[in-house]
């Protein structure tokens, strides 16, 4: 596609309900990132995968927090049991993954709100 | 210390002034280097990037890269009233592909007609 697509936009969700957001990356990207963004702050890194491999996972919060990308392109970012300090937009990225190309673009992110 | 090191703002620049926007970042391995944009509600769009020492320009943007003193910065010249917005600056340990990028907690700027 054109650009980095996430779904839903907005997501409400109970306490204690599980949630899944999906990115779809540039095509053809190899490098895709998964960012977690408070209200005034700047977007935290969760996770990285480079391809289907998830390299990086250090940033994910708590074992409540899962990713994958099973055949290297969609990703989904999944949430179980949400607590409210889980609210934030979850931002994708992804990158070519070319050698010299690190450059990341951001889809429009998910706004989730745990009430 | 954080990662990526930020002035938090809000920084107020009349209109037609030069803007300069800093950062500095802790890890001497890192080899690329961003500034995003970030409107309210929206999400970051990337406006530059650096990899070498030394200045890079694309139209009324200058970027700045100091590895020796790890320090980035961003200049823009002939602020508009649209520049007003959050400034991202981002470094990326990977040369080759991109790996972990660590982002800081932004500078607003606000221009004032």
């Known amino acids: 596609g054109a650009g980095v697509s996430q779904s839903p936009r907005y997501k409400v969700a109970k306490r204690g309900q599980d949630v899944a957001l999906r990115c779809d990356p540039i095509?053809?990207?190899?490098?895709l990132f998964w960012y977690q963004q408070a209200l005034g702050q700047g977007p935290e890194f969760l996770t990285y995968?480079?391809?289907?491999?998830?390299?990086?996972k250090s940033g994910l919060p708590s074992d409540r927090f899962f990713a994958e990308r099973p055949e290297g392109s969609v990703s989904t970012l999944k949430i179980q049991r949400t607590q409210q300090e889980d609210s934030a937009v979850y931002l994708c990225?992804?990158?070519?993954?070319?050698?010299?190309?690190?450059?990341?673009?951001f889809g429009q992110g998910t706004r989730l709100t745990v009430v | 210390q954080k990662e990526v090191e930020q002035n938090s703002g809000p920084l107020s620049v009349p209109e037609g002034a030069i803007a300069s926007l800093n950062c500095t970042y802790s890890?001497?391995?890192?080899?690329?280097f961003f500034w995003y944009r970030q409107y309210s509600g929206k999400s970051p769009e990337l406006i530059m990037s650096?990899?070498?020492?030394g200045d890079k320009e694309d139209g009324r943007f200058t970027a700045q890269l100091n590895k020796a003193s790890q320090y980035v910065s961003l200049l823009i010249r002939d602020s508009q009233p649209s520049d007003s917005a959050t400034y991202l600056c981002?470094?990326?340990?990977?040369?080759?592909?991109?790996?972990?990028?660590?982002f800081g907690s932004g500078t607003r700027l606000s221009i004032r007609p």
């Open positions: 650096i990899y070498s020492n």
């Open positions: 990225a992804s990158s070519s993954g070319r050698q010299g190309d690190t450059e990341a673009f």
């Open positions: 981002a470094v990326n340990k990977g040369y080759s592909s991109a790996s972990k990028i660590i």
């Open positions: 890890d001497r391995v890192s080899q690329s």
């Open positions: 095509s053809g990207h190899v490098s």
């Open positions: 995968f480079q391809n289907e491999a998830q390299l990086d």
